[in-house]
RNA sequence: GCCCGGGUGGCGGAAUUGGCAGACGCACUCGGCUUAAACCCGAGGGUCGCAAGACGUGCGGGUUCAAAUCCCGCCCCGGGCACCA
């Protein structure tokens, strides 16, 4: 029975959405729900427009494993809200001259209808918005709770300063010296700024990855590795000349310690200035340092820079053999890394070889090799015999650290040490469209914490304001707002007029979606309990340092203070990658920007998302240019189509129907579901695909539209289908005469007695290569097999009649005869 | 420089982790349906060869009865870190 019916993609988008609405198949609050609970996250977007293509794979891809889980049975919690704050939204803003506020609870708006009829199965009573003041209340009061224990300080440092946004940058915010953001070279200023004690968390950052180990991406935990950047090695004392205290040093190579000829302190360090100072090279200081920072982070991280320095005419005297050691500043050496400070051993390190060969120092080599490094400006690697170093003569370098740092740990000169690369997170922003740092800066009393009843410090209204970036923050200039009683001492006070990095937002949104209304703490423990950590986080791999750093490091904090009973916020991850079109990421300057909404419009929502998740492997770029939503929508119309030529009533017993389609549908749907379970959805969409097609051959040419096994083919590939093509999947359901939803109608049951095969492909090859297959019961024995293998006319003939030296059977699929 | 990935038909990609390389789809060719076209349905193809067959997963070697898969050396592409002592 075929049907003049058209597939007819903009009617059936208009006949389901209304009554998806009605029926919220998605709703996890339920306290009574009996399904057991599973948290799929993904990372929430941020409302710079409507949706683009990036969106539309990402919700895709979080789409198949949420809504699988559901038909797996579970009680899915499938949240969505908006990282609201930020840059973008105060830049736009400005440009517009509108209110922040407004454009960006417009864009929201607009995304959260384009995710509706995008059939996101997001449940709509758990939406949240950064920027709302009923969530900033909590990056406030987690503020004040990190004040208090003292992970959150104010510090005068220098920092990175991004010139154009007028703002200050956090180190990761920095690529390629420039601001992340905008692309403008970043320079160094020296300002007064919050921070959070992230450093005080690099071990267990470190250590708790051994928790996500093969559920995260590898490449995400290596970058994190690297990020943090552990190191091993020891702190020297070293004494210098004419100054009461020692000062340490941090090096990886305290068994080269002979080898060191002089010793270097970062130029713009505190150090510096003091040994600089009464040396009688004043001056000279002086203008290096002012020299040293006008140059750009750029022009700085080029490693082919020459090295520079200024000798401060004293001397550290080396711990192991007494020797003065001429010190230099440099800008070579990082005042925030280690102690600020280093001991130089030219031969055996490259940049301490290539200053002292510029101010003509000597080299002496402690570690044996071949090559001079004197001669050949290259310092020499790690391992080998010791020379040159009194007891350490003959050791190799692990033995030499261990024995230099036991014979200095004696009196106290040395002992074994960590450092990382990590730095603490600074948090202070120059700018308006934030939360404000809860804090009262009182003359008297210093920083106040604002009380928590008098929580959330609102930000004022930016009437009047000039949110121009100008170096300061807008909100310096909102008297009203500003000006208030000190809550210690009732005297003149401000408030801090700084708003905070809008990391700060996302690195604990996944708890407040646990109650987005909720007005006595960010989240109920108990509730947390319930449903964390996250089960499965989806989200781009740009976030691969940054937001997932950040979360971990919350997450840790709140265990902290036991408001979690987990250490690591998200068990499992899964990186989309981008969509591209020719090769290139998309954007309208290149001219090479596809509008999602020209292509839902064009091919359907369910054909965009098949084309989304069957392009390849979701960790993997989409090259738009490579791939057919035409074809997607061809294949939903052959699959819609069997939907009307099922003839049987529903609720037929399939247990009749025809066995052998039932067999292969059983062992598709079964490998559909390894395939979603491991991620590789394009694997499952070309099993559905498969089903498709022996679902058509078996009307067309098989046991016809009413045979049960038909009906029963069919319901599930519209049960599979539903993960990735909710509308079609709704309309066939309800064409083979159910009710909505499709979403609920649970993953079909597989039969392992049909999935077992009946028969089994067996080769047979000679010599390795492939001379015969046989059918053969997958039961069968091996000296059957192997029977009758030999007796097989085709391996007779490719034999000849030499006799198998060796015979390799592997029942039921592989025989290999070695001829002898 | 250091650390991760990856290289399979004309294209996107499969391959139960050592056991039939190329599933599924795109593009293409042929056939059916049609007055015709589109749609739809069916068939085809890794390369070379008329064929038997040989060769074939970046390149070169190795282990193994058997290698896209494991090992060694190299080449190329993508990503991360990078004056971090």
Same mark, same amino acid.
């Not at 060969?357 to 050949?376: A, G, L, M, Q």
């Not at 740009?542 to 979360?551: K, S």
């Not at 989309?576 to 020209?598: C, E, H, I, P, T």
């Given at each position: 029975m075929s049907d003049a019916v058209e597939y007819d993609v903009e009617a059936i988008q208009n006949r389901w959405l209304p009554v998806w609405d009605e029926i919220a198949p998605f709703r996890s609050g339920d306290p009574d729900d009996p399904r057991p609970p599973k948290y799929v996250l993904d990372m929430f977007p941020y409302p710079s427009g409507d949706l683009h293509m990036g969106h539309a794979e990402a919700y895709a891809l979080g789409d198949v494993i949420a809504r699988y889980w559901v038909q797996q049975g579970f009680n899915v919690m499938h949240p969505i809200g908006w990282d609201a704050f930020g840059l973008p939204a105060e830049n736009a803003a400005i440009r517009r001259g509108v209110n922040p506020k407004t454009w960006t609870y417009e864009n929201i708006a607009q995304q959260r209808e384009s995710m509706r009829r995008y059939a996101c199965s997001f449940d709509w009573d758990r939406t949240l918005n950064t920027c709302d003041p009923e969530y900033y209340h909590w990056n406030q009061w987690l503020f004040l709770k990190m004040f208090e224990r003292g992970l959150a300080y104010r510090k005068d440092s220098s920092v990175n300063w991004c010139p154009n946004d007028q703002t200050v940058l956090a180190n990761e915010q920095v690529v390629n010296g420039r601001c992340e953001r905008c692309d403008a070279v970043v320079t160094k200023k020296k300002l007064t700024q919050w921070y959070l004690r992230i450093t005080d968390y690099a071990e267990r950052l470190l250590d708790d990855m051994a928790q996500l180990e093969g559920k995260w991406p590898d490449k995400v935990l290596t970058m994190q590795r690297n990020w943090i950047g552990r190191s091993t090695g020891a702190e020297v004392q070293f004494a210098i000349e004419g100054r009461d205290e020692p000062v340490t040093v941090y090096t990886t190579r305290p068994d080269t310690l002979y080898g060191a000829t002089f010793f270097v302190v970062a130029v713009d360090s505190d150090l510096a200035a003091e040994l600089a100072a009464g040396s009688g090279v004043e001056q000279e200081f002086a203008d290096y340092l002012a020299e040293v920072s006008k140059i750009s982070e750029i022009d700085r991280l080029s490693a082919e820079r020459p090295k520079t320095g200024v000798f401060l005419q004293r001397y550290a005297i080396n711990p192991v053999n007494g020797e003065r050691l001429p010190v230099y500043a440099?800008?070579?050496?990082?005042?925030?890394?280690?102690?600020?400070?280093?001991?130089?051993?030219?031969?055996?390190?490259?940049?301490? &070889? @290539?200053?002292?060969? =510029?101010? /003509?120092?000597?080299? %002496? +080599?402690?570690?044996?090799?071949? $090559? !001079?490094?004197?001669?050949?400006?290259?310092?020499?690697?790690?391992?080998?015999?010791?020379?040159?170093?009194?007891? &350490? @003569?003959?050791?190799? =370098?692990? /033995?030499?650290?261990? %024995? +230099?740092?036991?014979?200095?740990? $004696? !009196?106290?000169?040395?002992?074994?040490?960590?450092?990382?690369?990590?730095?603490?997170?600074?948090?202070?922003?120059?700018?308006?469209?934030?939360?404000?740092?809860?804090?009262?800066?009182?003359?008297?009393?210093?920083?106040?914490?604002?009380?928590?009843?008098?929580?959330?410090?609102?930000?004022?209204?930016?009437?009047?304001?000039?949110?121009?970036?100008?170096?300061?923050?807008?909100?310096?200039?909102?008297?009203?707002?500003?000006n208030v009683r000190c809550p210690r001492c009732d005297g003149p006070a401000q408030r801090d007029s700084d708003t905070m990095d809008?990391?700060?937002?996302?690195?604990?949104?996944?708890?407040?979606?646990?109650?987005?209304?909720?007005?006595?703490?960010?989240?109920?423990?108990?509730?947390?309990?319930?449903?964390?950590?996250?089960?499965?986080?989806?989200?781009?791999?740009?976030?691969?340092?940054?937001?997932?750093?950040?979360?971990?490091?919350?997450?840790?904090?709140?265990?902290?203070?036991?408001?979690?009973?987990?250490?690591?916020?998200?068990?499992?991850?899964?990186?989309?990658?981008?969509?591209?079109?020719?090769?290139?990421?998309?954007?309208?300057?290149?001219?090479?920007?596809?509008?999602?909404?020209?292509?839902?419009?064009?091919?359907?929502?369910?054909?965009?998302?098949?084309?989304?998740?069957?392009?390849?492997?979701?960790?993997?770029?989409?090259?738009?240019?490579?791939?057919?939503?035409?074809?997607?929508?061809?294949?939903?119309?052959?699959?819609?189509?069997?939907?009307?030529?099922?003839?049987?009533?529903?609720?037929?017993?399939?247990?009749?129907?025809?066995?052998?389609?039932r067999r292969v549908i059983h062992r598709l749907i079964h490998d559909a579901q390894l395939a979603v379970e491991s991620f590789r959805f394009n694997v499952a969409v070309a099993k559905v695909m498969e089903m498709v097609n022996a679902v058509r051959k078996a009307i067309d040419s098989g046991p016809g539209g009413d045979d049960p096994a038909v009906r029963e083919a069919v319901e599930a590939v519209a049960v599979l289908l539903s993960l990735v093509a909710p509308y079609t999947a709704e309309d066939m359901w309800a064409r083979l005469g159910h009710e909505p939803s499709v979403a609920l109608a649970g993953w079909p049951a597989v039969d392992p007695e049909l999935v077992k095969a009946q028969t089994v492909t067996c080769v047979v090859q000679v010599a390795g290569k492939v001379k015969a297959r046989l059918e053969v019961d997958p039961q069968i024995g091996e000296d059957d097999l192997q029977a009758a293998a030999l007796a097989d006319q085709a391996i007779v003939a490719a034999l000849g009649g030499v006799e198998p030296r060796r015979v390799i059977v592997r029942a039921p699929k592989l025989v290999n005869i070695v001829p002898g």
């Open positions: 440099s800008d070579y050496v990082l005042a925030d890394y280690g102690t600020g400070a280093i001991m130089a051993v030219p031969a055996h390190d490259q940049r301490d &070889l @290539d200053f002292a060969r =510029t101010f /003509d120092i000597p080299v %002496r +080599v402690v570690v044996e090799s071949d $090559e !001079d490094p004197s001669v050949t400006g290259v310092a020499t690697g790690d391992d080998g015999p010791h020379v040159n170093s009194g007891p &350490l @003569d003959g050791l190799n =370098t692990p /033995d030499a650290v261990a %024995r +230099v740092i036991e014979m200095l740990a $004696e !009196d106290g000169r040395a002992k074994a040490a960590v450092n990382y690369r990590l730095r603490d997170w600074l948090i202070s922003r120059q700018r308006y469209w934030g939360t404000p740092i809860p804090i009262i800066h009182c003359p008297t009393c210093g920083e106040v914490p604002v009380p928590e009843d008098e929580l959330p410090v609102q930000l004022p209204s930016p009437e009047g304001l000039d949110l121009q970036p100008k170096g300061t923050s807008p909100l310096g200039a909102a008297e009203e707002w500003l809008t990391f700060v937002d996302s690195s604990w949104y996944f708890l407040r979606f646990l109650d987005p209304q909720r007005t006595d703490a960010p989240f109920d423990p108990e509730a947390a309990k319930r449903w964390l950590p996250v089960d499965q986080y989806v989200g781009g791999v740009t976030h691969a340092i940054l937001h997932l750093l950040y979360a971990r490091f919350f997450t840790k904090v709140l265990h902290d203070m036991g408001m979690v009973d987990f250490t690591e916020p998200f068990s499992s991850l899964l990186n989309q990658g981008m969509v591209v079109m020719d090769g290139s990421a998309m954007s309208k300057s290149r001219g090479n920007l596809v509008r999602l909404s020209d292509e839902l419009a064009e091919h359907g929502v369910d054909a965009v998302r098949l084309t989304m998740v069957f392009a390849g492997p979701p960790e993997d770029d989409i090259d738009w240019a490579d791939v057919s939503p035409s074809a997607s929508v061809r294949f939903l119309t052959r699959a819609w189509r069997l939907s009307g030529d099922v003839t049987s009533e529903p609720g037929v017993d399939p247990v009749g129907g025809d066995i052998a389609l």
